[in-house]
């Protein structure tokens, strides 16, 4: 594997770092940084500083507007980008010298207007799992070459709230704007996968699966976990996170300490804390959000002399960034290095010196390994054989990385929670069920999507046959091979008998053509709400069946058993509207007392037929509610 240091590899050499208008960490074995000033680079910005981040104009509320929210549509409008680009412009002026970091790419706070559950009742968790994946994706053609990413900001649980307040309504924290009052909150954590509590402990799974979804897109960058009072009041909180996300798979490079929580700390105090967050986390640490709100020039002076010379001196300390340096432009008073007239406070003039005569002081040791892509491999240790029969259940085992020409190396995209309730591979997330012929794929909502490789033994026309079962007319898919389409969207009929019957399976078909060789084929869904059970591939165009599906009634559909469970037992009820997007969850005593609970519930707002999932069985029920 390629290892590839941290270290700054600068052009330039210990020696030059005083010529005119060069940072004071140019020639350094780590940056220093600072942010922009009202969304602006200032002129002086390079006299001083060799790393740029965008204060806010990287943010997501910041960049992102949405047309026509309330409809579910998702026609982005990305008219705001200027201010983050033109940071990421600046530092590419320099590659090698310069350094940008995006700021951020999941956040509880400042977020788009149309993630608000008050702002947007159309809002849900689909449709915010969705725009997360849009945001992403955006953010990775606009800049697919990030160095730094803040990928999750401020997500510590603490005081019966997460940091910036995510999907409750919360009060401001130091200086953060994470009131809700007038958003509600949004569905950002439960669109991530959720957030489990095991034996009263956080498991964060939003942030695990938010550094997936960005090494998936960004496998060489800094992947950076970033938060507030971890030098004092969450300390422990945030080395719990660390160590929880890093133990559940999160691919986390680094821990970013914002450090506004230093004001009057002693210098034995901050290397001791600091040394202890590293030793417990085993991450390398970037302070990242680093001031000193001090109207005394003389302590805030004192106290940069105190915790500056530590982390720049400091092997495991990646780097460093200042929150501000023009006094009465930062985000809190009485922070910035520089008053507005030009007079350099005593911290400024203190750092100049500190720079110039211990530049070679500096230490950096710290290395990360970029993922080096590995392929996804079939799931039985063979291409499956065409043609035959590809079992949806059986879908490859992911690989890692993204490779030479951009494609990914995933093999599947669900939720991070199976639904299902079969043992076999459980851990995937996907949501597999005990039905039809043995494990099926069920739970299929729009956007999710499954890939086999397959083994074509002969070129030619084939015809594939779907077992595929739906309670509505609405459910669809597509198959691709190696990304091009196979077929057009392919309908998945409703049962013939029962309103929300999962358990008759019919059939489907389609000519289609494949290539001789190895190949990845995949089913995106396009529809949602339908269970695949396999698919098979005859030689040959519209070929017979070697398996059709037969009943006592139906030439063209067998009813397989319901599945039964204990009605006396608190069951989990997914509740859905007429497009399928999933509005929330009632824990009841039988789909009868759901129905009641449903009925009566203020949430639902308006008449309409709705429906109950069992979150066990995946059967389904109407409910006609009337307002």
């Known amino acids: ?101 995006f700021h951020a790419l999941v956040w509880g706070s400042q977020y788009p207007n149309f993630l608000c559950k008050k702002k947007n009742p159309g809002i849900t ?86 550094f997936k979804m960005a ?43 914002q450090a506004h929580d230093c004001k009057g700390m002693s210098k034995s105090d901050f290397e001791s804390k600091m040394t202890r967050i590293h030793n417990e986390t085993g991450l390398p640490l970037l302070v990242s959000e680093y001031d000193i709100g001090e109207a005394d020039d003389t302590k805030q002076k004192n106290d940069y002399a105190n915790q500056i010379p530590f982390m720049w001196e400091t092997p495991w300390v990646a780097g460093i960034t200042i929150w501000g340096y023009i006094n009465g432009s930062t985000w809190v008073a009485n922070t910035g290095l520089i008053e507005k007239d030009g007079r350099k406070r005593a911290s400024m003039n203190w750092l100049e010196d500190y720079f110039a005569k211990n530049l070679s002081k500096g230490q950096n040791e710290v290395t ?44 599947y995209s669900d939720d991070s929670e199976n639904h299902g309730d079969s043992d076999y591979r459980k851990d995937t997330g996907v949501d597999l069920y005990k039905k039809a012929t043995g494990v099926i794929v069920g739970y299929n909502s729009e956007g999710d999507w499954l890939e086999w490789t ?40 409703a049962a013939k008998e029962g309103e929300e019957n999962y ?55 067998i009813s397989i058993a319901n599945v039964k469970f204990d009605a006396g037992k608190l069951q989990d009820y997914y509740v859905f509207d007429m497009q399928g997007v999933r509005m929330g969850l009632i824990s009841a005593y039988g789909f009868d007392a759901a129905a009641e609970m449903l009925k009566s519930s203020s949430a639902i707002r308006a008449s309409g037929i709705y429906y109950l999932r069992s979150r066990t069985t995946g059967k389904m029920q109407s409910v006609r509610v009337s307002r």
């Not at 200086?175 to 950002?188: A, K, L, R």
């Not at 938060?227 to 986390?252: C, H, M, R």
């Not at 390994?369 to 949806?392: D, M, N, R, W, Y």
């Open 503 to 557: 358990d008759d399976y019919n059939k489907v078909k389609a000519n289609v053509t494949l290539p001789e060789g190895k190949h990845v084929l995949r089913m995106d869904v396009t529809g949602a709400w339908f269970d695949v059970d396999y698919f098979t591939f005859v030689k040959g165009k519209d070929a017979t069946d070697p398996e059709p599906i037969v009943g006592d009634d139906d030439p063209g559909t």
């Open 368 to 411: 990360f390994t970029p993922v080096e892509p590995e392929p996804q491999l079939p799931f039985k240790g063979e291409a499956i054989s065409l043609p035959g029969k590809v079992e949806a259940e059986d879908f490859d085992i992911p690989g890692v990385g993204v490779n030479e020409d951009g494609t990914s190396n995933q093999s």
């Open 1 to 101: 594997m390629k290892k590839l240091s941290l270290s700054l590899a600068f052009a330039a050499i210990a020696g030059l770092a005083t010529v005119a208008n060069a940072a004071m960490a140019d020639g350094g074995a780590k940056f220093l940084g600072n942010i922009t000033t009202g969304g602006q680079i200032r002129s002086d910005f390079a006299q001083y500083w060799n790393q740029i981040t965008p204060e806010n104009g990287c943010k997501w509320g910041s960049i992102h507007s949405l047309s026509n929210g309330n409809s579910g549509t998702s026609k982005f409008a990305w008219d705001n980008f200027d201010k983050c680009e033109s940071a990421y412009k600046w530092a590419k002026e320099k590659p090698g010298e310069r350094h940008f970091k």
């Open 125 to 210: 968790v689909e449709l915010t799992k969705k725009y997360i994946t849009e945001w992403f994706d955006a953010v990775a053609a606009k800049f697919p070459d990030l160095e730094y990413i803040d990928v999750v900001n401020e997500a510590i649980w603490a005081g019966n709230n997460y940091h910036s307040g995510y999907g409750k309504p919360a009060a401001g924290a130091e200086g953060h704007s994470t009131d809700d009052t007038e958003c509600g909150g949004s569905y950002i954590i439960e669109a991530l996968g959720g957030d489990r509590v095991v034996n009263g402990k956080h498991q964060y799974d939003f942030i695990t699966n938010a």
């Open 454 to 493: 397959v083994n074509v033994k002969d070129a030619g026309d084939y015809t594939m046959f779907a077992a595929v079962a739906a309670a509505g007319s609405t459910s669809s898919f597509q198959l691709s091979l190696d990304g091009k389409a196979l077929t057009e969207k392919i309908s998945v009929p």
């Open 215 to 257: 090494r998936e897109r960004w496998p060489k960058a800094v992947l950076i976990y970033n938060d507030y009072n971890t030098l004092s009041w969450q300390i422990n909180e945030g080395i719990e996170l660390i160590q929880t996300i890093v133990k559940n798979g999160a691919p986390v490079d680094a821990y970013g300490q």
